[in-house]
């Protein structure tokens, strides 16, 4: 009982310090959460949270409300930063995502269903995780969470039992087999992620430099595979020599059927690296072309 009753203690000053710190981001058709990123006014949250919008209405955690302006997206992490003009908010400290361990003991704390301030719990279930997302995107190095992610917690905190916000929780496993929700399956993205986005968003009011690799290509899935539906000109693609009707088959021996497969493969390389990718040109011949990734363009 003492056990507990100390761990109790734990997560109700982690919920203090954090809980203000915690914000709704209301757009004209949607809420989500974000975190106060510094005293400045700064607040991150997803990229699906703010969508296309450029002004927000921000609800913080004692029912004020401010009016916020978008101050740049990157949409490859999922991430966006919005700003907000003489509010008095408190900023959340951004712990080392890279010290956390499978088994280490969490809290999501945002605005899910609309419920300003709620708190669930749960332990990071793996790391490293990379998951696409309905938009398209994949998401790499995710933390996976058993911490329940609802509608509105996205933008929110993953906060560890020291009260620093450790990831992002972004989006809920779903189910293949009924498209629900998957209990127990969360995803977060890394503190770290978010510092070195966030932080080239707040200062430069875009991501100069994004770590992610790029092809360079915009694809579609046909039943006959990855049609390359269109070559970003002067792109890394380019430069190996793919054109629009050609089909990738396989990127490092790896076979790929759908836009999802290639963009789940490339999300897990690295800028620089050269990548063998086979491919069916229109005319129905096999060819493996060396691409040397580039960055992604913020």
């Known amino acids: 009982m003492a056990g507990l009753r100390s761990l109790q203690t734990v997560f109700v000053k982690t919920i203090s310090a954090v809980g203000s710190s915690v914000v709704q981001v209301e757009t004209p058709v949607a809420l989500g959460s974000g975190i106060v990123l510094d005293d400045k006014g700064n607040i ?19 029912g004020r409300r401010y009016t916020a302006r978008l101050v740049g997206t990157f949409a490859p992490d999922d991430l966006a930063v919005v700003h907000v003009d003489g509010g008095n908010l408190r900023p959340a400290v ?17 605005n899910p269903l609309g419920l300003q301030s709620s708190v669930t719990s749960g332990i990071v279930s793996a790391l490293g995780r990379t998951v696409s997302e309905q938009r398209g995107m994949a998401l790499p190095d995710l933390i996976q969470t058993s911490a329940p992610i609802n509608p509105g917690n996205s933008g929110g905190a993953l906060v560890d039992l020291d009260g620093q916000v450790i990831g992002i929780p972004t989006l809920a496993a779903i189910d293949p ?33 994004s770590n992610r690799a790029y092809l360079g290509v915009r694809l579609t899935t046909l039943l006959s595979g990855v049609l390359v539906a269109a070559v970003t000109p002067d792109g890394p693609s380019a430069k190996a020599d793919l054109v ?33 990718v086979r491919l069916r040109t229109p005319r129905g011949r096999q060819q493996t072309v060396v691409v040397t990734l580039g960055q992604y363009p913020g």
């Open 44 to 62: 991150v949250t997803n990229d699906h949270v703010v969508s296309s919008y450029k002004r927000f209405q921000i609800t913080d955690s004692s």
């Open 94 to 110: 951004l712990g080392d995502s890279s010290e956390l361990q499978v088994g280490d003991l969490v809290l999501a704390v945002g």
């Open 177 to 209: 087999e009924n498209s629900q929700q998957a209990n127990g399956i969360g995803f977060a993205i890394p503190s770290n992620t978010v510092k070195q986005i966030a932080g080239q968003i707040v200062r430069d009011g875009r991501v100069v430099r």
């Open 244 to 276: 629009a009707g050609d089909t990738i088959e396989e990127i490092d021996g790896r076979a790929v059927q759908t836009v999802d497969d290639v963009a789940s493969l490339v999300a897990d390389l690295q800028p620089g690296q050269k990548v063998r």
